[in-house]
């Protein structure tokens, strides 16, 4: 007799439109996993006990999207050395019993960046557009990168310092007044703007020649970000879409041992 599939879900508010559902189902397809994935909504109040009632009922696995990642951080026994540094938590699962907590973001940022867009990391100077949560996960995967430099945006400058303190002294905070006359080779955009077609403050003038420009978010069609950077002259322009099939191809080996191929999963949902 088949036992019976191991469940696993993701947590957000809002989650109606998360892909994870599809992009797992994926997964499980093709490596022959037998999974069960779903999305569940949750309020700020509800978090913790969710999480723990999900893992005594014997749930294999959680993905954390926003607003709960900092929250998923504060619960866990065992954190990767991502989550520890970023503060912030995208993949939750029980060791020895404990809950432990890992962060997919950053690995899903730079494999789609460097593998998928063949776009070089190491070297570049980089500006990074936002101070929140989606930020603090992808620093420590792009600092490993050996950038050049990396300066961070917010439209709050002491957000944008907060991180900076957090993160070591070759992250540098700036404001709209301390970018005039500085160029970046690629800029990308952490804010949540693009989920309502808001641009952030940005400027034709920083970019570099040859300079990429990547949004964190995705949508079924080209963010605003994504048709500024196009209408800007940048030498590529690509969002989130990828990282967010990679991110979650993390999660899936940490879950099942089992490395998924994301190309055909990314074609797909392109199409």
Not at 41 to 60: I, K, P, S
Not at 99 to 122: F, P, S
Not at 167 to 192: C, E, P, R, V, Y
Request: include cysteine; glycine fraction near 12%; aromatic fraction near 8%.
């Amino acid at each position: 007799m088949n036992s019976l599939p191991v469940r696993y879900a993701v947590v957000g508010n809002p989650i109606s439109q998360s892909k994870s559902p599809l992009i797992h189902s994926m997964f499980a397809q093709q490596t022959g996993e037998r999974i069960a994935y779903a999305a569940l909504l949750a309020t700020q109040d509800e978090f913790d006990g969710l999480v723990g009632e999900y893992f005594r009922a014997g749930g294999g696995g959680l993905n954390i999207t926003l607003p709960f990642k900092r929250s998923a951080w504060s619960m866990c026994r065992h954190l990767s050395p991502n989550a520890a540094r970023s503060k912030a938590v995208n993949t939750l699962y029980l060791r020895e019993d404990e809950l432990a907590g890992a962060n997919t973001d950053g690995i899903g940022l730079v494999r789609d960046i460097r593998g998928n867009l063949g776009i070089d990391i190491g070297g570049r100077r980089i500006l990074l557009l936002g101070a929140g949560g989606a930020m603090r996960g992808v620093i420590p995967a792009l600092k490993e990168q050996a950038p050049a430099s990396m300066t961070v945006w917010n439209r709050t400058v002491e957000r944008a310092a907060e991180l900076a303190r957090d993160f070591g002294g070759d992250l540098t905070a700036a404001g709209i007044d301390d970018l005039h006359g500085k160029q970046f080779d690629l800029i990308i955009n952490g804010t949540s703007g693009s989920l309502q077609g808001r641009l952030p403050k940005v400027d034709a003038s920083w970019l570099a020649p040859g300079c990429c420009c990547y949004d964190m978010v995705y949508a079924e069609e080209d963010t605003v970000f994504v048709r500024w950077a196009r209408d800007a002259g940048a030498a590529a322009a690509a969002d989130g879409l990828g990282m967010l099939v990679e991110q979650a191809a993390e999660s899936f080996r940490i879950w099942r041992g089992v490395t998924p191929d994301t190309e055909p999963v990314i074609r797909r949902l392109r199409n």
